[in-house]
């Protein structure tokens, strides 16, 4: 069974960071690209960062973050990072990692980040 685990939100200043880390399991982990998505209040969600499986791999970003997240993964731990710094009043959304293994994308439960002023 596929699984994903979401770690690291928080309330955070206007121009913090914060790292948010992705648990996988039940899967080839190194296998697969690693994607991050987060979804606002009343908004659509959207796509934010992706990893190759091989590492270096090719790494992609949306552009309202990029600059300011950095995404990683450890193929020994089975994990997935979003270290995000600058952090903005509209970074606030809810969080989630994903992966797709054909022909469905897989969720984790997401984890809330929100940025005060």
């Known amino acids: 069974e596929v699984q994903l685990v979401e770690s690291g939100g928080g309330l955070v200043q206007a121009g913090g960071s914060l790292r948010l880390s992705c648990a996988a399991s039940g899967f080839s982990f190194r296998t697969y690209t690693m994607s991050w998505y987060r979804q606002a209040p009343g908004k659509e969600r959207e796509w934010v960062a992706s990893?190759?499986?091989?590492?270096?791999?090719?790494?992609r970003y949306a552009g309202s973050v990029q600059g300011r997240f950095t995404i990683s993964r450890d193929n020994s731990r089975n994990e997935v990072y979003l270290q995000m710094n600058s952090l903005k009043l509209e970074d606030t959304a809810v969080y989630f990692c994903?992966?797709?293994?054909?022909?469905?994308?897989?969720w984790g439960q997401g984890t809330q980040v929100t940025v005060r002023a």
């Open positions: 990893i190759a499986a091989v590492v270096p791999g090719q790494i």
């Open positions: 994903s992966v797709l293994i054909p022909p469905r994308r897989f």
